[in-house]
């Protein structure tokens, strides 16, 4: 049973995300979830900066799969993609540890029955490993190997054009270095009144990027352009982030793998868009007696 428990710690966070929610005014998109609990717990950044072998950042993965389990149990509303939101039973649902526990055996049992290729121990290695809309879907791993699979230039590139599909103009590869990290510029426009010139830069990474590269990056673009964007297919770590939005200094938009990847979706740019059914486990418990 130790062993289980070791490979379910994502339990923990069932309880919390539902408080979090209930602040947040009962919805809120995944990432303020995550923020919310880790700041109402206090969580430190060394704790918030681990990642798992795919470079995925763990805590938020862990959130993630508790907000699968909570929908599965009709506690969150699955119908909004990219917006986790309770439902009316989630509103009036509290979760100790114990109730969480005995939340995740009853789901963990269901998958396993549904899923007869797998014993209950892989179905547990696979949620610990994976993000849960990769699991139903597959489109996030498989786009990040390929961009990861790009030679640095062509990422830029790549990069360039997903910039121009987002409404970007002018959109350039600097093709320089040692030019302060700083791969292309582009202007965007707001209205016919107001634009402002952008630079970006491309880190084809596995793993984080840090606050010191983020600052690199600022010093770089200060005096040269009104904003900055860093796209990478990995992550950044809690701190890269704080520095990305600290008072009183230029502002730097980060996009990490995991949004990158909506960007592609989002205009449609090297995939295509397909129809998934996903089995709603909780409609056919009933029927299980």
């Not at 987002?166 to 009144?193: A, C, Q």
Request: glycine share 8%; proline share 2%; charged share 30%.
């Amino acid at each position: 049973m130790a062993k289980r428990n070791k490979q379910a710690e994502f339990v923990k966070w069932f309880g919390p995300l539902l408080d979090a929610l209930r602040d947040l005014g009962y919805s809120g998109k995944p990432r303020e979830v995550s923020d919310k609990i880790s700041k109402d717990l206090k969580l430190d950044d060394v704790f918030l900066d681990q990642t798992l072998k795919s470079g995925t950042n763990k805590f938020h993965n862990q959130v993630a799969w508790a907000r699968q389990y909570l929908t599965w149990e009709g506690l969150l509303d699955s119908s909004i993609r990219g917006t986790w939101k309770l439902t009316e039973k989630g509103k009036n649902t509290q979760l100790n540890y114990q109730e969480a526990h005995q939340l995740f055996l009853k789901w963990v049992e269901i998958n396993q029955k549904a899923r007869k290729d797998k014993t209950e121990k892989e179905v547990l290695i696979e949620q610990e490993e994976t993000d849960p809309d990769t699991v139903e879907i597959n489109a996030e791993n498989n786009l990040l190997s390929v961009l990861k699979s790009l030679s640095p230039a062509g990422f830029e590139r790549v990069c360039k054009e997903l910039l121009r599909e987002h409404g970007f103009e002018n959109v350039e590869v600097t093709g320089k270095s040692h030019d302060g990290g700083i791969d292309g510029y582009g202007t965007l426009e707001i209205n016919p009144f107001v634009s402002f010139k952008v630079l970006f830069q491309c880190k084809r990474y596995q793993g984080s990027v840090s606050r010191s590269q983020v600052g690199d990056f600022r010093n770089a673009m200060i005096g040269r352009a009104e904003k900055g964007i860093i796209l990478t297919t990995g992550t950044f770590t809690n701190s890269a982030e704080n520095e990305a939005s600290r008072d009183g200094a230029p502002k730097i938009e980060l996009v990490d793998g995991k949004k990158l990847v909506q960007m592609f979706e989002k205009v449609q740019l090297g995939v295509k868009a397909k129809t998934v059914y996903e089995v709603d486990l909780n409609y056919f418990t009933k029927f299980q007696d």
